[in-house]
């Protein structure tokens, strides 16, 4: 199985400043790569994916993230955060054709005004 | 209308109890998950179904029994409830097996007292 690491636990970032979520990943020959955000008292929702192709992958909100095969890396990015961005936000990788994702312990955004 | 829709949302219960917990989704998806969150928020996979077949069982103990009715529905049966079941128990559902992109339900907070 996959293993990720996040590399901050807690992410503490004013209103319209940017932000980046480090996640690194134990390597493998190929590997999908994911990032959910979690709200307050919410599921998890897929900010975007990587598969293949593009190293940077462009999600919802605003987020982006890029892969980094030989870093091992898919740090996640926003320009320019807002208060409703404050979550948690969760990395997961799977190898390709296995079935289950492995998370990474999360990163505590708090965006303040 | 919720896309992966969870009941209770909230149970606590007594030790040595038998609970259950029941996930429906009705985004047509075939394979549906559960997940455990534990208070550090580390996410972890439990089971997988697929066409109602169990595609994943971690190493869970056997107090834990998944059952899916049909194919939009699986449910997460607990025998003789522990203090440590106690943590945030996740319902997803995918369209492929690979579950490349999962949506979550809202979550049940179960707490074992």
């Known amino acids: 199985a996959q293993s990720v690491t996040q590399l901050d636990s807690q992410v503490p970032v004013f209103e319209e400043a940017p932000v980046e979520l480090r996640c690194n990943y134990s390597?493998?020959?190929?590997?999908?790569l994911f990032w959910y955000v979690q709200y307050p008292n919410q599921g998890l929702q897929l900010l975007l994916k990587?598969?293949?192709?593009?190293?940077l992958v462009k999600g919802i909100n605003g987020f982006e993230a890029e892969f980094n095969k030989s870093q091992t890396s898919f740090h996640l990015r926003k320009p320019s955060v807002h208060i409703s961005d404050t979550a948690e936000y969760f990395c997961a990788a799977a190898p390709p054709g296995d079935y289950k994702l492995s998370f990474g312990a999360g990163t505590t955004v708090t965006v303040r005004a | 209308d919720t896309a992966v829709s969870q009941t209770p949302k909230y149970l606590v219960t007594q030790m040595g109890n038998d609970k259950s917990i029941k996930c429906e989704q009705n985004l047509g998806h075939d394979t549906m998950y559960w997940y455990k969150q534990d208070s550090k928020k580390f996410l972890k996979i439990m089971f997988s179904?697929?066409?109602?077949?169990?595609?994943i069982n971690e190493t869970v103990p056997n107090r834990f029994s998944p059952k899916s009715p049909d194919k939009a529905h699986l449910n997460l049966h607990i025998n003789s409830l522990e203090l440590g079941d106690s943590a945030v128990y996740f319902c997803?559902?995918?369209?492929?097996?690979?579950?490349?992109?999962?949506?979550f339900g809202q979550g049940t907070r179960l707490t074992v007292v």
């Open positions: 390597s493998s020959v190929s590997v999908y």
């Open positions: 997803a559902s995918s369209q492929d097996v690979l579950g490349l992109e999962a949506f």
């Open positions: 990587y598969l293949s192709g593009s190293t």
């Open positions: 179904y697929n066409n109602k077949e169990l595609i």
